[in-house]
DNA sequence: TGTAAATTTGGGCTTACACCAAAAAATTTT
DNA sequence: AAAATTTTTTGGTGTAAGCCCAAATTTACA
């Protein structure tokens, strides 16, 4: 994976579901076990087992069976994305009335659906806020050319 | 279906889908034919056909074989706030730097998942617009509480 | 009335997500 | 180290939402 892999992704790539797994394995860090990632969303060991192998033919993650799963170059840089944007929109919500509890909810149902695109307008639109509802928002190593120019200047 | 119908709805019932032949029926008005909507939406006739069947099932769509649909009055009250909610995400978008069209195609993909709740608190706190970007938003016959006092108050 | 057009039905395919049972591999216990 | 237990994977199934094609049905019209 090269370092322009982090501009080569619209947000649309991975399901609701996956994103779970996805930010799940990032949270807990280094290699994670299938039973771990079962127990936290609840799901049977043979659907976690399955998803896993979908999110390594993907290349977010690399697989080593029976041994567990760590998060690829591509797989950390795209969980910062997705991390980032839960963390943007909730804040967002939390803007127009909503409780963080609601709002983090509200965005758990949709932002699958939300590109890259959006957020980074929305995220420059609100000054690139470091601090959301749900945890710091880091703006990662995938910085647009107009926040890396601000900061500059700064 | 009574009048408190309109109160008995999360905004969750309706898949991406089926928000579009739902909103085609609405702007098309009275007795839509299978054709039209297949044509509009691009998809097969027998895919009309089946989903026409659904939404009928569902209460939201009389549908009459080989002669057409119309909406019934829940069908009305869900699909106008289904088009509310439309307007009302978009126009949060063009806020935050998107331009009409981009907002429009961004909330197409996402709205499905957005609750009525969450709609009703974004445009409460967006002062009831009138006015979206791709159209008139009417805070239909189900106002809210809060939005009936500050009229009466004015 | 008979043919053409519209519509529906039946069958099949895909993606996403889930479960269970059984096989396989790893771990722990004796 | 071998046996027993636990973890993980595989194979089979099921649901829900879409979609298409081909065939049957109904309507419309010439």
Redesign the interface.
Known sequence: MNEQSCLEFTG?EISPRKIDYLTFILEKGGTVKTTEISSSLQVDPSTTSKTLNELARAGYVNHVPYRGVDLTELGKVYTEFLVKRHRILSL??T????SPE?ACD?VS???????R??VD??C???GHPMFGVCGEISHGKCLHEEYLTECRNK
Not at 109 to 115: K, N, P, T
């Open positions: 649309l967002l919500l803007h127009y009335g909503l609601k509200e149902r949709f932002e699958a659906f939300v590109s695109d959006a307008k929305i420059s639109s609100m």
